[in-house]
């Protein structure tokens, strides 16, 4: 009887290694989890198909900061799908903007075997710790969008030309309101500045490129700021917050501006930033139209496109995340097959350690004349989105 039992049993273990073997060979890619969107078909293209298969078996540690805002969003899911199609196994992680999470989360990822790094911080200084521990066990680190500071522990950077964005807002205000001519024939503005967070390196290189252009117009009197906070000391605005700058701006409109001066430029980093600076001036009783000041923005976020074409906020900084996406994918491949990537910044983004070879992407302003061909005719929304 036991022989028999035993007889059994070795012919339902060797059937069930026969069908693992068969399983494991026909998995060409990973499926993807609730959040991703890759397909598993087969490749066709042979040299696809082997380019697959030399990445699979590799993970990839996403760290995200929040999925407060939609680019972010937006930002992971498009990383986590181009990664996965190359065949690696992607872990994507969401801190919510809390530092200790971030923290522990990529201590996490390091603990589970990632082969390699992709991070847009919280607040860079906060991770340096851990990013060490990282390169302790040889993981490369990619910094996305937000240079990781004060560390050697980082291979690249990919992201936008951060002051090229500031000096695209700049720009933008300097053209719509013939800053140019405002001093001979008479017009003068008020301005007040909303900048990015202390935390985020990028934000100093946007506030960089704004008063590069806009600061021989606040020197002439052509731009005149009633509350006297133009530094980034006084400017900034801790983690991109939607509520901090509503709050400053209350206090500003009702501390400067409530004896008959009027706001007529809001310099705004950020989209999110921009939501709270419109909420405060309806509340001090501006309204949409006339007289309704120039709001910048930056991530063409879909609401503010909306805002765009209400007429609520005049422009924003379109950041392609497709492409920033692919460009740190292509980062990833190369430090995992040994080769260097595509870069053409070597000399912009020191980070108090080392100058991180980088590739900056072009941010593209967008308004209500050109956000049809530049947001929806690309692709990035759906001309039903913007109803």
């Not at 598993?40 to 590799?58: P, R």
């Not at 980082?154 to 936008?160: G, P």
């Not at 946007?206 to 009633?226: A, M, P, R, T, W």
């Not at 009702?254 to 950020?270: C, M, N, R």
Request: contains cysteine.
């Amino acid at each position: 009887m036991k022989k028999a039992i035993k007889k059994v049993l070795g012919v339902m273990l060797a059937a069930t290694m026969i069908f693992s073997l068969a399983g494991c060979k026909s998995q060409d890619a990973p499926t993807t989890d609730t959040s991703g969107t890759a397909e598993t078909k087969q490749e066709t293209d042979t040299a696809d198909t082997a380019e697959k298969t030399e990445s699979n078996g590799k993970k990839v540690g996403v760290a995200m900061p929040t999925q407060s805002s939609q680019r972010w969003i937006q930002d992971g899911a498009n990383m986590k799908s181009q990664l996965e199609a190359l065949g690696y196994e992607v872990d994507l992680q969401y801190a919510e903007d809390d530092v200790q999470a971030q923290v522990a989360q990529i201590e996490n990822l390091i603990n589970n075997g990632a082969n390699c790094l992709v991070v847009a911080a919280v607040d860079s200084s906060a991770l340096v710790n851990v990013l060490g521990e990282a390169k302790a066990n040889g993981i490369p680190v990619i910094a996305y969008d937000r240079l990781l500071m004060d560390t050697d522990a980082v291979s690249y950077y990919a992201t936008f030309d951060n002051e090229g964005v500031g000096v695209a807002i700049a720009t933008y205000i300097e053209e719509k309101m013939q800053l140019a001519t405002a001093k001979d024939e008479g017009r003068t503005y008020n301005i007040e500045f909303f900048m990015g967070s202390p935390d985020d390196n990028n934000a100093v290189f946007l506030d960089n490129g704004i008063h590069k252009v806009l600061d021989k117009y606040l020197e002439s009197g052509v731009l005149k700021c009633q509350s006297g906070q133009t530094t980034f000391d006084k400017t900034n605005t801790l983690r991109w917050s939607q509520e901090t700058a509503q709050k400053r701006c209350e206090d500003i409109l009702s501390g400067y501006y409530a004896d008959g001066e009027h706001l007529d430029i809001v310099a705004s980093a950020f989209d999110g930033l921009s939501y709270g600076v419109a909420a405060a001036l309806t509340g001090a009783g501006y309204a949409p139209g006339e007289g309704w000041p120039l709001i910048t923005g930056q991530d063409a976020e879909l609401m503010a496109t909306k805002n765009i074409i209400a007429g609520t906020q005049a422009m924003s900084i379109f950041k392609d995340t497709r492409v920033l996406a692919e460009k740190a994918v292509t980062m990833v491949q190369a430090v995992l097959e040994g080769k260097t990537p595509e870069i053409n910044d070597e000399t912009t983004y020191n980070n108090n350690v080392i100058t991180v070879p980088s590739y900056l992407c072009t941010p593209v302003p967008v308004d209500k004349d050109n956000y049809e061909k530049e947001l929806v005719d690309s692709g990035y929304y759906k001309a039903e989105d913007l109803k």
